[in-house]
């Protein structure tokens, strides 16, 4: 195809021709980055969260009246819930991976360093690792001798008696490699604050974090063995395999509740709700962005179907003319195709640049990372398709004028 | 034409629009539509961004400030971050004692389970405060008062509680004189709350910002006695058994002053930083101990109160808008173009390029007319999908009537900007040319 011609006609429709342009660069901006934004969305929802999340349960409860003694609290019920037909481990905790709410402690390699290395969230409770599905991929798993009440070391602290305070922790094979890179982390001291230091007796494949916002800090996790009360908003969490899950939680919240009708149940759900619930801002935005991304196709193809319909009706005669000179129904199909294709082309042009400039004030305003080169053909293609389909229609029209429009007077 | 003569000629230009957009119905299909669509998303996000935006308590929002104070010990101090936004009960409690602002509260969310009559037990959201907070923060009353400063002292067993639980546990009826079981401990109910929702929540973001009031009200010191559970942001340092405790060195209290002249507020500040000077003296820390004092539009501002999903969600819909509007631009131009005949037919009898001018843009004011009422629907569309989507602001979204008259002004507006080049465009068709041409 000559594309000499088609250039000399468009220049005498400079304007119109232009409009269109800008369109397609517009369109071709925006949904290079909204499709950037949808990948970064999905991604982020992606998170893995290291626990079998579809065999677990979340159960919390608060007490009406405080119970004598809470820490008999937690075994009693511990050991009720064990019962539940179906029940395959039960383990008690202060927070839950992407529950939101967190406990958290800066960590020091050095008693005496002023700055802390690294903030990691904070998991006490009993029995959490082989209940939640956690793989330990080096060490082992904190034993019952580890474990002191809560109340104790809090006491501890407070005397300076360093006997009464845990001595060991688990922690993920992200945070090992942060702090030690490349190195053994077992055996490695780690300090909460100057006086409280933590040796690491075995390193996790993954753990999350309950605030898991921030994809490089997600696996900042230790677990402490801490043994809690009943008295603290703690979660009792459940594993059954997945079809007994919802028969499970019925019959554990029966028997919680059969041991004690005046406490409440604040919590009661499956790990999938905890993630859903987690995400559910990133799952509307991705699924805004892709309504968005459908309605700008579907409006630019329409703005070239109107604009090339125009065109068509404008050039019945030279399209006339040159039918009866001789070109064929295909030469003038292929000349509005052609004609698409070459404007699309400069709007993408210009488009990549626009998406660029849209990337980097995003990129200053919204902590989003730069735009993979990826999207850019993707972008191109995409404009490309569209524009070949929306001007389809109207170029077979102009391919069915008969040669004889060139006798008529226009 | 002057004078007398130009309405009856918008009429006629109102006529010829609508012979005009009639004669090519696809194409005034496809710019009605697309204006409707751009000024539908354009709208629904500016709507959900209006909303959230807003100013909370519109009347006070200039005299009400939140206090912060830097009163981290070296070790924990680092240069350059931002002052805490919470107070350790020592500093707030010192506050509260020298009462210089107007008025002054501190105070933090909780929840608390109450045993109802009859029924299964409840857990409630709450929160434990002062006396002033209630004429603070404007806070309207159905039945009975507010505690008052006697009472915060005292640690009187006292609650406020919200209407809609005053509809579920008293049915409605003046509850005042009622007692609240609270665990083993009962309070004697003293007020029952008007309607009252803040939104956003702005004295204590910490706990969901958007969303009803709390449904019980404690005085803080009472509060403590009973042992009842706070939430929001604890921040701890050093060795502490008790993070409630009158020492504890533990950031968690709220700490709002209402100073109602701008003598009042030069003074605070001074006070303010006089108090820091003193803290210094007395050994806390020897940095310079900063303070920070903002007004309810700046808190809400530091804090980033709107998403920045729903900023983002902004930009994409202007964007989308100028999309539209580039569509519509092309489209008029090919339609007033295509009637360079009859435009020069006009302009050879006698009508100025002003007229043709006009013509052209009561066109295209028609069809942003159409496309605003489109857009409207659809606007409403989006806000029934932004209603239903699972974000704690979504119950909030509700086009209020200024916003359905930017709508129509937006519309018309973009709709005119769009038909100004194919109007500029066909008031240059010349008499003679075009006539000859056909």
């Known amino acids: 195809m000559d594309i000499l011609p088609i250039l000399s006609t468009l220049r005498r429709h400079k304007l119109t021709a232009g409009l269109l342009v800008m369109q397609i660069a517009l369109t071709c901006a925006i949904v290079c980055n909204a499709v950037f934004l949808i990948g970064q969305r999905l991604q982020r929802m992606d998170l893995p969260s290291g626990v079998a999340e579809h065999e677990l349960l ?35 905790s202060n927070q839950v991976p992407f529950g939101g709410s967190s406990s958290n402690g800066n960590v020091l390699l050095d008693p005496n360093q002023p700055q802390r290395t690294l903030n990691a969230t904070t998991y006490f409770g009993q029995n959490l690792v082989p209940t939640m599905g956690v793989q330990m ?56 604050t100057p006086t409280v230091g933590l040796r690491v007796v075995g390193v996790m494949a993954s753990l999350v974090r309950p605030n898991a916002y921030d994809a490089n800090t997600a696996q900042y996790t230790m677990v402490i063995p801490l043994r809690m009360g009943a008295d603290r908003g703690m979660s009792y969490v459940i594993r059954a395999r997945p079809q007994d899950r919802a028969s499970v939680l019925a019959a554990a919240l029966a028997a919680l509740r059969k041991a004690d009708p005046q406490r409440i149940v604040t919590t009661q759900r499956s790990f999938d709700e905890v993630r859903r619930h987690f995400f559910r801002d990133d799952r509307a935005m991705a699924g805004i962005l892709v309504g968005v991304i459908a309605a700008l196709l579907v409006v630019t193809a329409l703005g070239i179907v109107g604009l090339a319909s125009f065109w068509v009706a404008q050039r019945r005669r030279t399209i006339g003319v040159r039918r009866a000179l001789g070109a064929t129904r295909s030469d003038v199909l292929h000349y509005f195709q052609t004609e698409n294709f070459l404007l699309a082309t400069i709007g993408i042009g210009l488009g990549m640049v626009l998406a660029y400039g849209i990337n980097l004030f995003l990129m200053q305003h919204y902590e989003l990372p730069r735009l993979p080169a990826i999207y850019f053909p993707v972008g191109a293609v995409a404009l490309w398709l569209i524009g070949q389909v929306a001007v389809l229609g109207p170029a077979l029209r102009a391919a069915a004028v008969p040669p004889v429009v060139a006798t008529r007077a226009g | 034409m002057r004078g007398t003569g130009q309405p009856v000629m918008i009429g006629y230009y109102l006529d010829l629009a609508m012979r005009s957009l009639k004669r090519n119905k696809v194409l005034t299909v496809l710019m009605v539509l697309a204006i409707a669509v751009g000024i539908g998303t354009s709208m629904t996000t500016l709507t959900v961004m209006h909303v959230l935006s807003g100013d909370p308590i519109p009347q006070k929002s200039a005299d009400l400030f939140r206090v912060g104070l830097n009163v981290f010990p070296d070790d924990n101090f680092r240069p350059g971050e931002e002052v805490p936004d919470n107070l350790t009960r020592r500093d707030a409690e010192a506050l509260l004692r020298d009462a210089r602002a107007d008025r002054q509260a501190m105070m933090s969310a909780g929840t608390m389970v109450v ?75 003293v007020g029952v709350l008007g309607d009252w929702s803040m939104n956003p929540r702005f004295y204590d973001l910490s706990n969901g910002r958007f969303g009803d009031s709390e449904q019980v009200f404690v005085p803080l010191a009472t509060a403590l006695d009973l042992h009842l559970a706070t939430s929001g942001t604890m921040n701890c340092w050093g060795n502490n058994s008790d993070e409630h405790a009158a020492d504890a060195p533990c950031l968690w209290l709220q700490y709002w002053a209402e100073l109602d002249a701008p003598s009042t507020r030069v003074a605070y500040r001074q006070y303010l930083h006089n108090y820091m000077a003193q803290q210094q003296q007395a050994g806390r820390f020897t940095h310079p101990g900063q ?6 539009m700046q808190w809400l501002d530091a804090k980033g109160v709107v998403p920045s999903d729903v900023r983002l969600q902004v930009w994409l819909a202007l964007g989308f808008l100028g999309i539209c509007l580039l569509n519509t631009v092309g489209l008029l131009l090919a339609k007033f173009l295509r009637r360079s005949g009859e435009i020069s037919v006009r302009r050879a009898l006698g009508a100025s390029r002003r007229a043709i001018f006009m013509q052209c843009l009561v066109e295209a ?50 709709s005119l900007l769009a038909g100004l080049l194919p109007a500029w465009r066909a008031m240059h068709v010349a008499p003679a040319v075009a006539l000859k041409s056909n």
């Open chain 1, 58 to 92: 979340q159960i919390q409860v608060a007490d009406v009246v405080k119970s004598g003694n809470p820490y008999a609290r937690v075994q009693e019920d511990l050991a009720l819930l064990r019962q539940v037909p179906g029940v395959q481990s039960v383990a008690f």
């Open chain 1, 137 to 192: 991929v080096a060490g082992r798993d904190l034993q019952d001798d580890d474990f002191v009440d809560v109340d104790t070391a809090l006491k501890g602290l407070k005397t300076g008696d360093t006997k009464s305070l845990p001595h060991v922790t688990l922690i993920t094979r992200d945070m090992a490699e942060r702090l030690w890179p490349g190195q053994n982390p077992l055996g490695r001291l780690i300090y909460l």
């Open chain 2, 115 to 189: 045993t109802p009559a009859q029924g299964d037990p409840l857990s409630l959201e709450s929160r434990y405060t002062t006396a002033d907070f209630f004429t603070m923060f404007a806070v309207p009353f159905r039945f009975g008062r507010a505690w008052d400063r006697g009472d915060d002292g005292s640690h009187a067993r006292v609650a406020v509680i919200s209407a809609a639980l005053n509809d579920q546990l008293f049915g409605g009826r003046d509850s005042t004189g009622s007692m609240l079981q609270v665990g083993s401990q009962s309070l004697r109910i």
């Open chain 2, 291 to 296: 303070i920070r004092l903002l007004d309810v």
């Open chain 2, 365 to 414: 004011g028609v069809v942003g007319l159409a496309g605003g009422v489109c857009g409207l629907a659809l606007a409403g569309l989006g806000l029934v999908l932004v209603r239903h989507q699972p974000t704690d602001y979504a119950g909030l979204i509700r086009m209020d009537p200024s916003m359905l008259l930017a709508t129509f002004v937006l519309a018309l507006l973009s």
